[in-house]
């Protein structure tokens, strides 16, 4: 089966906290895409990072950071020292196959982010 | 990233009547788009997926006959619902594919609908 679970349904942070996000994905081939997807109220999506499954360097892009394990299959996404302005629904996302960025995405439920002051 | 338009924004209507949403890439020809609807608090749920000139590919239980798809150019897709009713209610949301260097699936703002 080919499957994205993000268990955290909601999670509450006081802002300067940090929070990591969660994603554990299933899929049967070896050549894979991962996804992050910021869906702040407003509704669009915003691009986060993409992942290609034989990289599984961690990559940190100023207060966000990813750790990809690929023993453990997951993709788990880190905020560190959260504001306001993170507060938004976060996906994780997986295409499967050699579609690579070609191929259709499949949504985990998404983490719902609240960013109290 | 490539920018990918969607009009309306936000569409009110009686039920019965049929609403058409407009996908649009503006910087980059889409050869592939994609339809996706949203329910409240929930994850994006493909519909179909279409590439330009060639009939629309519908995902398991959404009615074709129902949800019009129109990719008739490399830079516009359409969705018509037809003879709406308020469980089509739902946030809209398309992306776009281009090739080469626009491998990506770009997003559009999307699209709420509310049916009378």
């Known amino acids: 089966a080919q499957k994205v679970t993000q268990a955290q349904t909601e999670i509450s942070v006081v802002e300067k906290e940090d929070v990591t996000l969660d994603c554990v994905y299933e899929?049967?081939?070896?050549?894979?895409?991962l996804f992050w997807y910021k869906q702040p109220p407003s509704g669009e999506l915003v691009f986060l990072i993409r992942r290609n499954s034989f990289d599984e360097q961690n990559e940190i892009s100023g207060r966000y950071s990813w750790n990809f394990q690929k023993s453990t299959s997951s993709f788990n996404f880190t905020i560190t020292a959260s504001q306001v302005v993170d507060s938004a629904v976060y996906f994780c996302?997986?295409?499967?196959?050699?579609?690579?960025?070609?191929?259709?995405?499949?949504f985990g439920k998404g983490t719902k982010l609240s960013v109290k002051p | 990233g490539a920018v990918v338009s969607q009009h309306p924004s936000r569409v009110i209507c009686k039920s019965g009547t049929s609403v058409k949403i407009e996908c649009r890439s503006l910087d980059f020809q889409a050869t592939t788009m994609f339809w996706y609807r949203q329910f409240p608090k929930q994850s994006l749920m493909l519909m179909a997926t279409s590439n330009e000139g060639s009939k629309a590919t519908y995902e398991q239980g959404v009615e074709k006959d129902k949800f019009l798809i129109n990719h008739a150019s490399l830079t516009l897709s359409t969705l018509t619902v037809t003879s709406a009713h308020p469980e089509d209610s739902s946030f809209y949301i398309c992306?776009?594919?281009?090739?080469?260097?626009?491998?990506?699936?770009?997003f559009g703002p999307g699209t709420r609908l509310t049916v009378l």
């Open positions: 899929t049967r081939d070896t050549t894979y895409y």
């Open positions: 992306s776009a594919r281009g090739g080469g260097a626009r491998n990506e699936q770009f």
């Open positions: 996302a997986l295409i499967p196959g050699y579609g690579g960025s070609q191929g259709n995405l499949i």
